[in-house]
């Protein structure tokens, strides 16, 4: 099954395995750096059917991090356009951007510099659905009001529009890890009264609205696909009918893909991330809840005979895999067949003679 081809919206994937996006923390003012040329042409040999290009910031604020990705302005579109070019000169698979805003995760340091705490210089203001603060020693964001709303819906619109000009072939939207969309979605950030808080519908709103703009805008070839937060693994957090209602939802939208992840809304959460598949058994519960869309899931899926069973049994369509990746590259050669090794690299996988 991992090898079964499938179709997602007008390109068929090769297989299930796709690169899960990966902050590189390694841009220039926004742009991919020679960094990203490097760990990039890797990726896109690995064997996986489709590259998710790492969380890429829609505004200026919108970034984690001052060396975040982000694709805001003219620059930006350009730099990109010649890192795509260059990526599909090597190989020709489905490459799609993940498109963010940090909201009160913003303004922070690169994760290698002060464990990723909060800036002290040069820190902007944060913004978020409600001025709760992540954590003690984070800054309280500002509480983002209808007009800020407005400009962060056009901000992911405009980000998209620039993604599919500068040539790629789809659209990820992050609403998990605790990020703006999140913050909105997530009962335990979002406490506003107004109609963008409170109800399910009403925390789902934000989510709804940029995904509708994004799908208005997409060319019907690109491909749109979410990171769709099932759980806040807290009490009073995202429960799995919030999620089952939300990914209808964005099914009904037209998104053609949801890969299924969670927790990130507060620093300290009930999730294990050191289980095989922790993710698996709420994947399923989600999309036994969902049909015509595929689905997919993320965390700790290298395992490829349960990968290739929890496919079969249908708990999920596809699987985006991280960490193996950044260890290496190639780990899918030796577990796959032959035909995802590069012909240049054919020799050094050669059965030896005894
Ligand atoms: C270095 C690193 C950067 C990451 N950056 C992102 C990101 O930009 N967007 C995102 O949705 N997830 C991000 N993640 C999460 C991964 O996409 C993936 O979901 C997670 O690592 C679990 O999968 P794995 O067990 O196969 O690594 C990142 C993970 C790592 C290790």
Redesign the pocket.
């Not at 899960?20 to 902050?23: F, K, L, R, T």
């Not at 993320?298 to 290298?302: I, P, Q, S």
């Given at each position: 099954m991992i090898k079964k081809k499938i179709k997602l919206n007008n390109n068929i994937l090769s297989n299930r395995i796709i690169v899960?996006?990966?902050?590189q923390y390694s841009s220039i003012r926004g742009s991919p750096s020679n960094w990203h040329y490097k760990h990039l042409s890797n990726l896109i040999l690995s064997g996986a059917s489709m590259l998710v290009l790492?969380?890429t910031a829609v505004s200026k604020i919108g970034r984690i991090t001052y060396n975040d990705l982000g694709l805001f302005n003219k620059t930006q579109e350009k730099n990109f356009s010649k890192l795509i070019k260059f990526l599909k000169s090597i190989k020709d698979i489905p490459i799609c951007l993940?498109i963010s805003h940090s909201g009160r995760k913003g303004s922070c340091n690169i994760p290698w510099v002060n464990s990723g705490n909060p800036l002290k210089k040069n820190k902007w203001k944060t913004i978020s659905s409600s001025n709760l603060k992540r954590d003690i020693n984070w800054p309280a964001p500002k509480k983002a009001s209808l007009n800020d709303i407005k400009k962060i819906i056009s901000e992911f619109e405009n980000t998209a529009s620039r993604a599919i000009r500068a040539g790629f072939d789809g659209i990820e939207i992050?609403m998990?890890?605790g990020y703006l969309i999140h913050q909105f979605i997530s009962p335990i950030c979002n406490v506003r009264n107004d109609e963008y808080g409170g109800s399910v519908k009403k925390r789902c709103r934000l989510s709804l609205e940029i995904t509708e703009r994004i799908k208005k805008k997409l060319p019907k070839n690109k491909i749109l696909g979410i990171?769709l937060t099932g759980s806040d693994h807290l009490n009073k957090g995202i429960s799995l009918n919030d999620s089952v209602y939300l990914a209808k939802k964005l099914k009904n939208i037209g998104v053609n893909y949801i890969c299924i992840?969670s927790g990130g809304i507060i620093r300290k959460t009930n999730l294990n991330i050191n289980k095989q598949a922790f993710r698996v058994a709420m994947t399923k519960k989600i999309k036994e809840n969902l049909k015509n869309v595929l689905v997919g899931t993320?965390?700790?899926?290298?395992n490829l005979k349960n990968l290739e069973k929890n496919i079969l049994s249908k708990k999920l369509d596809l699987a985006?895999?991280?960490?193996?990746f950044?260890k290496n590259s190639n780990w899918l050669y030796d577990s796959l067949d032959k035909n995802y090794i590069p012909k240049q690299y054919e020799k050094a996988f050669e059965k030896k003679d005894k």
């Open positions: 899960s996006p990966m902050c790492e969380s993940q992050h998990a890890h990171r992840s993320t965390g700790r899926l290298e985006f895999i991280g960490r193996p950044l």
